[in-house]
T-cell receptor, first 113, second 111 residues
Framework: KQEVTQIPAALSVPEGENLVLNCSFTDSAIYNLQWFRQDPGKGLTSLLLIQSSQREQTSGRLNASLDKSSGRSTLYIAASQPGDSATYLC????????????FGQGTTLQVKP | DVKVTQSSRYLVKRTGEKVFLECVQD?????MFWYRQDPGLGLRLIYFSYDVKMKEKGDIPEGYSVSREKKERFSLILESASTNQTSMYLC??????????FGPGTRLTVL
């Protein structure tokens, strides 16, 4: 069964710093991996989707990489801003190709002005 | 702007009541999901549907049922609400193997 782990659980950085969030998964036969952002009390916003054939995806200041062989994905945030403060979750397919997702516990990021 | 909408942002119900949570998507997605999110437990899949009238149990289906009569609508039903079902409920949809799109969530409190 797929298991997804995110470390650290919480991170606090000063504004302007570049940072990396980590996600590891146990079943490397994944079809894709997604990164989401969640603001307190709100739903999830999809940030990036990396297909299994890709190694990375970029959107603005965000870059996500995928290394299936090591069971790892990273989300790189460049020049962090206070508005980046949120919980970031990664998710991998639960099983097969059904599109069901299993989520990590998330990393709560605080960017201090 | 494509989206997933949920019928209520906040809901307060009493123990034993039958509760309906509605979810609608406008993206013609095949897959629809219901998750609940609790502190320390993360997101857990309750049910999902890959087609109209089709459904499969997720990790924690006990106490819940679902209905998908139309492609765009997926309903979560709490047959007899209990206090341990107090939670944030999140609906999502996706194309097969596609990017998941989530609704804003429903914060349900069962008294």
């Amino acid at each position: 069964k797929q298991e997804v782990t995110q470390i650290p659980a919480a991170l606090s950085v000063p504004e302007g710093e570049n940072l990396v969030l980590n996600c590891s998964f146990t079943d490397s036969a994944i079809y894709n991996l997604q990164w989401f952002r969640q603001d307190p009390g709100k739903g999830l916003t999809s940030l990036l989707l990396i297909q299994s054939s890709q190694r990375e995806q970029t959107s603005g200041r965000l870059n996500a990489s995928l290394d299936k062989s090591s069971g790892r994905s990273t989300l790189y945030i460049a020049a962090s801003q206070p508005g980046d403060s949120a919980t970031y979750l990664c998710a991998a397919p639960f099983e097969g190709n059904t599109g069901k997702l299993i989520f990590g516990q998330g990393t709560t990021l605080q960017v201090k002005p | 702007d494509v989206k997933v909408t949920q019928s209520s942002r906040y809901l307060v119900k009493r123990t034993g009541e039958k509760v309906f949570l509605e979810c609608v998507q406008d993206m013609d997605h095949e897959n629809m999901f219901w998750y609940r999110q609790d502190p320390g437990l993360g997101l857990r899949l309750i049910y999902f549907s890959y087609d109209v009238k089709m459904k499969e149990k997720g990790d924690i289906p006990e106490g819940y049922s679902v209905s998908r009569e139309k492609k765009e609508r997926f309903s979560l039903i709490l047959e007899s609400a209990s206090t341990n079902q107090t939670s944030m409920y999140l609906c999502a949809s996706s194309l097969l193997l596609g990017q998941g799109v989530f609704g804003p969530g429903t914060r349900l409190t069962v008294l």
